[in-house]
């Protein structure tokens, strides 16, 4: 059974820099070919794709929000981080790590149970 558990801090300042990291447990990140992604859900809207880091390294972002995003990972940890620049009240969300079989909100087998962050002066 692979889990997923995201981590990070809840309360940020506009301009400020969001890092989260999510820990897998029970399946490597570098094993098959999976999508390990960054999905987030503003409130009151619907789910939004940041980005992914595949099974080989290879990192893929949002269009929309490839200029202040990056994901990397650490092997030796089992585990991928987000990280977000210059963040603003409108990057409000509960964000989710996820494994997806596809580039994409959909499909994902396993995601965690999310962590709101909420960024005001």
């Known amino acids: 059974q692979v889990q997923l558990q995201e981590s990070g801090p809840g309360l940020l300042k506009p301009s400020q820099t969001l890092s989260l990291t999510c820990t897998v447990s029970g399946g490597s990140i570098t094993n098959n070919y999976y999508y390990w992604s960054w999905i987030r859900q503003p409130p009151g809207k619907g789910l939004e794709w940041m980005g992914a880091?595949?099974?080989?390294?290879?990192?893929y972002y949002s269009p929309s929000l490839k200029s202040r995003t990056s994901i990397y990972r650490d092997r030796s940890k089992n585990q991928y981080t987000l990280q977000l620049t210059s963040v603003a009240p409108e990057d409000t969300a509960v964000y989710y790590c996820?494994?997806?079989?596809?580039?994409?909100?959909?499909?994902?087998?396993?995601r965690g149970q999310g962590t709101q962050v909420t960024i005001t002066s």
């Open positions: 880091i595949a099974s080989n390294g290879s990192t």
């Open positions: 996820a494994r997806n079989t596809e580039l994409g909100v959909e499909p994902s087998d396993y």
